[in-house]
């Protein structure tokens, strides 16, 4: 995402057609990084996805969610990969996406850990109330 020095600010945009779109545009020569929070509060229960597409350079990212801006919990996916039951956990290392089951939070941020010359587009994406 960039070194531990930056922090990413993500766009975010209510589309007409009643979405509320966060873009976070990442690059990087490595380290840990966290993007800068966006705020998704009123939204559809249930309506939460988040895609990344790009260079991951070897790269690992995860979404995050809080309610303070402050205390930050690891999301989840609605995907049940690892085992009946238990969701995967909302990282990625590669170009994917999935339905967040964590909807409820205030604030959500990236994060990234490893990787060389990363170049990332992370897209949150939900409906609007």
Known sequence: MADGASAPKPTLVKT??????ATWTTSATGGLATGAAV???RIKPDS??????GSFGSATFLL????DNTVWKTCYLEREITAAG???VA???ANDAG???DDAYRFYRITSSGGTSTSVVVTLVAQRV
């Open 64 to 67: 995050e969610g809080s309610n």
């Open 16 to 21: 007409d057609d009643g979405y509320l779109v």
């Open 86 to 88: 238990k969701q995967d």
């Open 39 to 41: 705020s998704m509060s």
């Open 91 to 93: 990282t990625f290392t």
């Open 48 to 53: 939460m996805s988040v895609q990344l597409v």
């Open 99 to 101: 339905k967040v089951m």
